[in-house]
């Protein structure tokens, strides 16, 4: 009890006695600092003039006459509950729907139910990630329905051969040779002068030989000078034939236009008018020996001439050595 006789309420809060009654009980209780909470209060407890010049604590409200501290007790208790249900509507979320209207929980529960979910109870399968591109030393299956594209190899730069320059092969020289093939020393002297003349025009070996064949058929590789044409026996020569006026190592004929006496006593110039006109024989090269030589000196034995062939290729072999 107070001293003006007044019991305190024991719904007032803690901590209000002792304080100045001229302070509004709104004021002393702090339930709530909310201006709406204010304005809620005053809708449901509008204030009298009498209320309002009484004191707070023996005031009574318009109803029947309960004192205004209990009416300030029942006021907090509803203000605490709507903050409580604002609070929920603030926060919880679902209780008023979008038009404003409050919407109970059954409802709130019906309607998510007619809603569609928005996830699934079965979830998707999730997207594999995309796989990492494989490395240049990574192997992959080719697919046989693609075709494989084409890719340029790298083109190695070759490094040029170095040259080998051939060693020059020694040319072939003429060698004194002693005599072969059953020859003697002036026989062998004849046979070196018909190569050696034959080298100075550049003929092949082959005609080498037909033409020493030609000199051992006609003359035994000796100098003839005849009996008929006693001129020719002023000329260096090694024997005397009768053979009309035939003279020299292939036994030509003055008559024939080979060529003056003297001329055809001289063992290079003979040699030298065989050979122009062998060279003047179309395919002279694949022909047999014997009929090479035989178209040249127009011989009454045309096949003598290929019994020498192979005592013919000894001489020049050995007087004009093959190189390897």
Not at 112 to 134: D, K, T
Not at 178 to 183: H, T
Request: aromatic content about 4%; charged content about 20%.
């Amino acid at each position: 009890m107070r001293d003006d006789g007044t019991l305190d309420d024991q719904y007032a809060p803690e901590g209000t006695t002792g304080r100045s009654d001229d302070i509004p009980s709104s004021d002393r209780t702090g339930a709530s600092r909310d201006p709406r909470q204010g304005r809620i209060l005053g809708r449901l407890f509008p204030r009298t003039r009498s209320d309002q010049g009484a004191n707070p604590t023996t005031a009574t409200d318009g109803a029947g006459g309960r004192p205004a501290r209990t009416r300030v007790a029942v006021a907090t208790g509803l203000v605490c509950c709507l903050g409580a249900a604002a609070g929920v509507t603030q926060f919880g979320g679902g209780l008023t729907d979008s038009a404003g209207r409050t919407v109970g929980l059954a409802e709130r529960a019906e309607r998510a139910a007619a809603e569609p979910a928005s996830r699934g109870l079965e979830r998707a399968a999730v997207a594999a990630p995309p796989s990492p591109r494989p490395s240049a030393t990574a192997t992959s299956t080719p697919d046989p329905d693609v075709a494989p594209t084409p890719t340029k190899k790298p083109t190695a730069t070759k490094k040029p051969k170095p040259r080998v320059t051939p060693k020059p092969r020694p040319k072939p020289v003429l060698v004194d040779a002693a005599p072969v093939a059953g020859l003697d020393e002036t026989q062998m002297d004849n046979a070196k002068a018909i190569v050696r003349s034959a080298k100075k025009m550049g003929v092949p070996r082959q005609a080498m030989v037909i033409a020493v064949a030609t000199a051992m058929q006609e003359s035994t590789l000796l100098n003839y000078a005849s009996g008929v044409l006693p001129e020719s026996q002023d000329y260096p020569h090694q024997a005397i034939g009768w053979d009309h006026d035939s003279v020299g190592l292939f036994q030509q004929r003055p008559s024939s236009g080979w060529g003056t006496v003297e001329q055809l006593m001289d063992p290079e110039f003979a040699t030298q008018a065989f050979l122009s006109v062998l060279l003047q024989v179309p395919g002279w090269q694949d022909m047999p020996l014997t009929l090479a030589a035989q178209i040249v000196q127009v011989s009454a034995f045309p096949d003598a001439y290929a019994q020498w062939e192979w005592a013919a290729t000894e001489v020049v072999d050995a007087i004009y050595p093959r190189r390897n």
